[in-house]
């Protein structure tokens, strides 16, 4: 059974830029969270979503991030415009829905690095 | 404020050695769960157990055991006779009932094990 699966692994932009990460989830898996992890830190939720809901978005700096799952399958995590202080590795995981015990699958992660 | 602590940043030791990894949480809720990741320098997250919180009882499995004490809110995590391969960061995770039971992660203790 194929893992989650992202895309690119690795981005380097300069400041300023729009970019874009893609994050396929565990075929059947309804949740799928975004999480961001700085340098020396553990990971931190940036957005859940329950199919193509977002159900907690509270810790997403909305002025420049937004995120988006079509049809509940498939997400894309967006900034627009990137600041120093984006560059960190962002991941994706995720799990099935209605179970408390909730397995989280996380995926490699997109290193970001903002020039 | 920070539910997950992991007081110990880095950790070194020499191989066969035994380790403990601290960890101590925080939540009112009754219904929880605690979790242990790995993440090795590929920086993969590598699930390695789940206790809910209704479960005390001490759990090994191979070189690994994990103490689960509600009195004291502690999720210790110990290796056994280590080995180079367990180098890696060690992340200890919160999952409630009233955050959709998104994990919450302390910030890891690094450990680094020496031949």
């Known amino acids: 059974e194929a893992g989650v699966v992202q895309s690119p692994r690795y981005k380097i932009i300069e400041k300023k830029q729009p970019v874009a990460f893609w994050c396929n989830p565990i075929?059947?898996?309804?949740?799928l969270y975004w999480y961001l992890q700085n340098l020396g830190q553990g990971p931190e939720l940036l957005i859940r979503?329950?199919?193509?809901?977002?159900?907690?978005d509270s810790q997403l700096p909305k002025d420049r991030f937004s995120a988006e799952r079509l049809k509940g399958v498939d997400s894309t995590l967006k900034i627009q415009p990137a600041e120093l202080g984006d560059s960190a590795v962002y991941l994706c995981?995720?799990?099935?829905?209605?179970?408390?015990?909730?397995?989280?699958?996380f995926g490699p992660g997109t290193r970001l690095t903002v020039l | 404020a920070q539910k997950v602590t992991q007081a110990q940043t880095e950790i070194s030791v020499v191989e066969k050695e035994d380790v403990t990894l601290d960890c101590v949480y925080e939540?009112?809720?009754?219904?929880?769960?605690l979790f242990w990741y790995k993440q090795p320098p590929s920086g993969e997250l590598v699930f390695l157990i789940r206790?809910?919180?209704?479960?005390?009882q001490n759990e090994i499995s191979g070189r690994y055991s994990w103490n689960f004490q509600k009195s004291t809110s502690s999720f210790n995590f110990t290796i056994t006779a280590s080995q180079v391969v367990d180098s890696a960061v060690y992340f200890c995770?919160?999952?409630?009932?009233?955050?959709?039971?998104?994990?919450?992660f302390g910030k890891g203790t690094s450990l680094l094990v020496t031949p």
């Open positions: 995770a919160l999952s409630e009932a009233n955050s959709g039971y998104a994990l919450n």
């Open positions: 995981a995720s799990s099935l829905s209605g179970t408390e015990s909730n397995e989280q699958f």
């Open positions: 979503y329950e199919n193509e809901e977002a159900v907690d």
């Open positions: 939540t009112r809720d009754t219904t929880y769960y």
């Open positions: 206790r809910n919180s209704f479960d005390e």
């Open positions: 075929s059947g898996h309804n949740t």
